[in-house]
């Protein structure tokens, strides 16, 4: 599998706090997406990336905002933490070099946030 | 983006063969059809793909019919650590486009 590892693993805040939370891959992929999964519920894409500082809004935008000065790292950051923003973060990339048929995401493990 | 719609829920018995089809009526022409599985407290991982007719790996089978408005993943003679969430999606790759997941199948796997 692909070298994606999320960072931290477990975050606790406090509402109104900046949060960042970081992607960082191994495997040159070009594309990097962040989804968010609430208890019970499928992946809700928030951002992705389709190149180093190439980034656009996915469904659940608000609240959001996400950076790729590298192509190895991807960031998430919530400016001002919500109970809301409560949620299973995860992380994804593809590559975006070969043939459409060999593209398929690899996921980290995700975080797990929680803020009171 | 082309929607889809599948089960919400499956259960099955260890050694039987699962089907769990999947509706994409308005899958454009260089869409793909991708599968992933989900276990809890895990992220995602890719299962198969396909474009037309059937693919198969050693994990599942794909069928994929001629107008493409659906697809069946087939798990062969299932066991109880198939006990998962299946995602189908409908993928273009050939562009910086979005990868939209919808709630998935919870499959259930009985002894």
């Known amino acids: 599998d692909a070298g994606i590892t999320q960072s931290p693993r477990h975050k606790v805040t406090e509402t109104g706090t900046p949060v960042t939370l970081r992607c960082h891959q191994t495997?040159?992929?070009?594309?990097m997406y962040w989804y968010r999964q609430d208890p019970g519920h499928g992946l809700r894409l928030i951002h992705y990336?389709?190149?180093?500082?190439?980034?656009d809004k996915g469904e659940v935008s608000d609240g959001y905002s996400v950076s790729r000065s590298k192509t190895e790292d991807f960031l998430l950051t919530l400016e001002s933490a919500t109970s809301s923003q409560t949620s299973v973060y995860f992380c994804?990339?593809?590559?975006?070099?070969?043939?459409?048929?060999?593209?398929?995401?690899?996921f980290g493990s995700g975080t797990q946030l929680s803020v009171l | 983006l082309a929607k889809t719609t599948q089960p919400i829920s499956m259960d099955s018995y260890e050694g039987q063969e699962v089907n769990i089809t999947c509706s994409h009526n308005?899958?454009?022409?260089?869409?793909?059809i991708t599968w992933y599985q989900q276990f809890p407290s895990q992220g995602p991982r890719f299962i198969i793909q396909g474009y037309k007719t059937k693919v198969t790996n050693e994990v599942a089978s794909l069928f994929i019919p001629a107008d493409r408005k659906s697809s069946t993943l087939s798990l062969p003679r299932v066991s109880l650590s198939d006990t998962a969430v299946y995602y189908c999606?409908?993928?273009?790759?050939?562009?910086?486009?979005?990868?939209?997941f919808g709630s998935g199948t919870r499959l259930s796997i009985r002894p």
């Open positions: 495997e040159n992929h070009r594309y």
């Open positions: 994804a990339s593809r590559p975006g070099q070969g043939t459409q048929f060999n593209e398929k995401l690899f």
């Open positions: 990336s389709y190149g180093v500082k190439d980034t």
């Open positions: 999606l409908v993928v273009l790759y050939s562009s910086a486009s979005k990868i939209i």
């Open positions: 308005n899958i454009a022409t260089n869409d793909y």
